[in-house]
């Protein structure tokens, strides 16, 4: 089984894609209903929302029940095998309801589109449109053309599009939370990795409509922004009006000047690209959140070299020193994968090495999986065996686990400004919150305010391996 751990935890691709469906709007208000899931990375997530924005203008309200609905999505993610079989396996679902309700249209969107699209329209019939990630503005002529029995596609990969003037509708949404996209694509060519060639060429939104979006967010009640990208340090836009380039560091703090009761966060940073200058902007506004994910994938200066990550063991830890040199109190988490291509045990340790050497609070931990059309797949042999590749990983999550206990350790005593999100999992007693760091803190309420959306200074009594444990301050 192909894994996503996060904290030490172990979850499977299901998980991480945490499905979901929408918030019903307002089930009278609509003729025609949709039915959405979405797999994969914050990226997906934030896709969804756009294509639900496209929908509701179109007449569709969103459902959460799938019998109900007049048109089913999957937004499918491919970056890893087992993320490809589980949207199989929900798309056999979606066709057992159909059989029931024949007018219902299943689509499958996002960066499985391409690939699969013979294969699933044609030879499986399992879906009756397909659209790849730019071409979502074409879902009303599309829903069209499969509803007159036409096989309905476009997956064409653009330069221009960004989605800029869409304004995404939030579905399940805890109204505090939200993710704002900025740019689309990769440029990188990690060599592992699917997405240059599923999310084609990288392009930066215009500056504008991004500060738009998220003050309109602030007023209405949300506390806490993720600017997302594949690789945000690369987001350039070149502000006509102005005759002047936004770079990353001037869009994040842009964004910081909306309020200093808005939380900025930002994913996801290369190495190689992450500046001074960013560092320095993060550590100047209280309100741009002290923890930056920057993934190391391997440890190993002759398996990055493979991976194509144009950085160096030394240059990734001379990074993090910079970081904790201007912002001492930074989290930092990664992603890591066990067994590249020619992944000797001497480089497995430089990468148990590494971890510790970056004192990750937490990472996101993956066994190599070969992906079609990478340059890996077409380049170098998947050498490693499973099982060694699978201690490896094991190795990995265990040290994650030793790693994220002591960074929660090291919090005992100390005191967080807190944005209360809602009630913890466990209990309607408890308050869940996030700090800075982006560390969850569960905490008993004094008094039956609603304190969702509300900061909160909480002083860190214990932890879990996960979670820290705390009260009021
Ligand atoms: N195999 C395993 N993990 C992968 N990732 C990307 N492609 C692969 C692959 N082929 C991981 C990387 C990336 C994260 C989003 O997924 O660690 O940063
Ligand atoms: Fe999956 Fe990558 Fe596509 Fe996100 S961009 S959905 S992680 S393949």
Redesign the pocket.
């Known amino acids: 089984m192909d894994m996503l751990v996060t904290d030490g935890k172990v979850h499977d691709e299901q998980r991480q894609g945490e499905a979901f469906a929408p918030f019903v709007q307002d089930p009278n208000q609509y003729r025609k209903h949709f039915y959405i899931e979405s797999y994969g990375?914050q990226m997906n997530f934030a896709d969804s929302e756009v294509v639900a924005s496209i929908l509701n203008a179109e007449g569709f309200g969103a459902t959460r029940n799938l019998e109900e609905a007049d048109l089913v999505l999957l937004n499918t993610c491919s970056?890893?095998e087992k993320a490809e079989q589980t949207v199989r396996k929900r798309l056999h679902d979606f066709k057992k309801a159909k059989a029931k309700k024949p007018s219902m249209l299943i689509g499958m969107l996002g960066c499985m589109a391409e690939r699969l699209k013979s294969k699933l329209l044609e030879e499986e019939k399992l879906v009756d449109l397909v659209v790849g990630p730019d071409a979502y503005r074409s879902l009303p002529t599309l829903i069209e053309e499969a509803g007159g029995g036409q096989k309905a596609v476009n997956v064409l990969l653009s330069r221009e599009e960004t989605y800029a003037d869409i304004s995404p509708i939030r579905l399940d949404s805890n109204g505090i939370t939200a993710f704002v996209s900025i740019m689309r694509g990769c440029n990188n060519m990690c060599s592992?990795?699917?997405v240059p060639f599923t999310r084609g060429r990288e392009r930066s939104r215009d500056a504008y409509s991004i500060v738009a979006e998220a003050r309109d967010l602030f007023e209405r009640g949300y506390r806490d922004i993720t600017l997302l990208g594949q690789n945000v340090d690369s987001y350039y836009w070149m502000d006509e009006a102005r005759d002047q380039v936004v770079t990353f560091a001037a869009l994040l703090e842009q964004v910081a000047q909306i309020s200093p009761d808005l939380r900025v966060r930002f994913s996801t940073s290369h190495p190689k690209d992450i500046t001074d200058e960013v560092l320095f902007t993060i550590a100047r506004y209280e309100n741009i959140c002290k923890y930056i994910h920057l993934?190391v994938?391997s440890g190993s200066t002759r398996v990055l070299q493979l991976m194509n990550r144009t950085y160096t063991r030394e240059w990734y830890k001379a990074k993090v020193d910079r970081i904790r040199e201007i912002i001492p109190d930074c989290g930092i988490s990664s992603?890591?994968?066990a067994g590249f291509c020619t992944e000797t045990e001497a480089d497995h340790q430089e990468t148990l090495d590494i971890m510790r050497y970056s004192r990750y609070d937490m990472s996101?931990m993956?066994?190599?999986?070969?992906?079609p059309g990478?340059l890996a797949a077409r380049r170098y042999t998947d050498d490693v065996p499973e099982e060694v590749k699978r201690r490896r990983l094991q190795e990995i999550v265990d040290e994650q686990g030793r790693l994220s206990t002591q960074s929660n350790e090291a919090d005992i005593g100390k005191t967080y400004k807190v944005l209360i999100e809602g009630n913890s999992r466990k209990s309607d007693d408890e308050w869940m919150g996030r700090n800075s760091q982006n560390k969850v803190i569960v905490f008993p309420k004094q008094g039956d305010q609603d304190l969702r959306g509300k900061y909160a200074w909480v002083k860190v009594t214990g932890c879990t391996r996960t979670t820290l444990l705390g009260e009021l301050a």
């Open positions: 990375c970056i890893r592992f990795c699917v993934p994938q992603d890591i994968i996101y993956f066994f190599y999986s070969e992906r990478t």
